[in-house]
């Protein structure tokens, strides 16, 4: 392993390994790690601390499989469920597949999850919401099929006070049900409603482990408390296009053998279809780490 290269930015302690800034806004490209290997104590205290810094995290080259992606994640919390199906009705695996691929191995259209093309951060309609999301890319195309970040702290910190002021203390409804509703996605069955019932969560939120103030929203959302649904529309997609703006956007252009860790509380995401979906191959392993109750 490679020893202490630190960014001008970073903290005082040096990283244990070579990492390197990618944008103003997050991402930092991680080299020298190999993620197969059991990880210390004192390799994870580097890494979340990266991860607190830079917010993405890409960890260049590496090829783990489902269970050592699985035997990695763990090291950072516990992993969620998911309430999305496979084509025959089972629940996807902990360790699921992000493709473009079909049964027979194939690119087409069909596979690919619509709700991903919008502005999210991972399960936002589960009472307590994720801390991170995974994904390790395994086949991408050569150009595109990128993902797009949003720093919803540079967003909320860029707004108008008398937006902050308005916007202080709503609380805004959450659900699977709206989730799919907002991109046209096919209603969910009665019992991934009974799964997954509406939560309720703050739009400004506090970042539990920097203590930054984020905006929180995303197409899981249904409305906001106690205003108009009209005015609750409106509002939700300006502060959505507030904070989407291309000063506050990373997007990431994958290479094979990217391992990439975000913080969803601080970043909204989008899958970009800038690729040419029904003719080549995408295919990313993914994990998603249990955070805290938003408030
Ligand atoms: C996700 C997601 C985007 C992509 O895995 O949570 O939103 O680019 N993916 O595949
Ligand atoms: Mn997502």
């Given at each position: 392993m490679q020893v202490a290269h630190s960014t001008e930015t970073s903290a005082a302690a040096p990283y244990p390994f070579d990492i390197r800034r990618i944008s103003d806004v997050a991402g930092a490209e991680i080299f020298g790690v190999d993620l197969k290997q059991p990880v210390s104590e004192s390799l994870k205290e580097a890494i979340m601390r990266a991860f607190l810094e830079f917010h993405i995290l890409v960890f260049r080259g590496q090829d783990l499989n489902k269970d050592e992606q699985h035997t990695f994640s763990k090291n950072f919390g516990e992993l969620e469920h998911h309430v999305g199906r496979l084509p025959d009705g089972t629940p996807f695996p902990i360790v699921h597949t992000v493709t473009n691929l079909d049964a027979d191995g194939n690119p087409t259209e069909k596979t690919v999850s619509k709700g991903n093309y919008h502005w999210h951060t991972d399960k936002s309609y589960h009472a307590i919401p994720s801390?991170?999301?995974?994904?390790?890319?395994?086949?991408?195309?050569?150009?595109?099929?990128?993902?797009?970040?949003?720093?919803?702290?540079?967003?909320?910190?860029?707004?108008?006070?008398?937006?902050?002021?308005?916007?202080?203390?709503?609380?805004?409804?959450?659900?699977?049900?709206?989730?799919?509703?907002?991109?046209?996605?096919?209603?969910?069955?009665?019992?991934?409603?009974?799964?997954?019932?509406?939560?309720?969560h703050p739009l400004v939120r506090t970042h539990p482990d920097t203590g930054d103030k984020t905006i929180y929203l995303g197409h899981h959302t249904s409305h906001i408390h106690g205003v108009p649904k009209a005015e609750s529309d409106a509002l939700l997609e300006e502060l959505t296009a507030h904070t989407t703006q291309e000063p506050f956007t990373y997007t990431h252009q994958w290479r094979p053998g990217d391992y990439t860790m975000w913080d969803n509380r601080c970043l909204l995401h989008r899958a970009r279809p800038n690729y040419e979906v029904g003719k080549e191959r995408r295919l990313l392993h993914r994990t998603v780490i249990i955070g805290t109750k938003p408030y």
């Open positions: 801390l991170m999301s995974m994904l390790h890319a395994k086949e991408v195309p050569a150009n595109g099929g990128d993902t797009q970040f949003a720093n919803t702290r540079m967003g909320y910190a860029a707004l108008p006070d008398e937006m902050k002021a308005r916007i202080a203390d709503l609380q805004v409804e959450h659900s699977w049900e709206a989730s799919r509703r907002n991109v046209g996605d096919a209603p969910p069955s009665e019992e991934q409603k009974r799964e997954r019932p509406p939560v309720v």
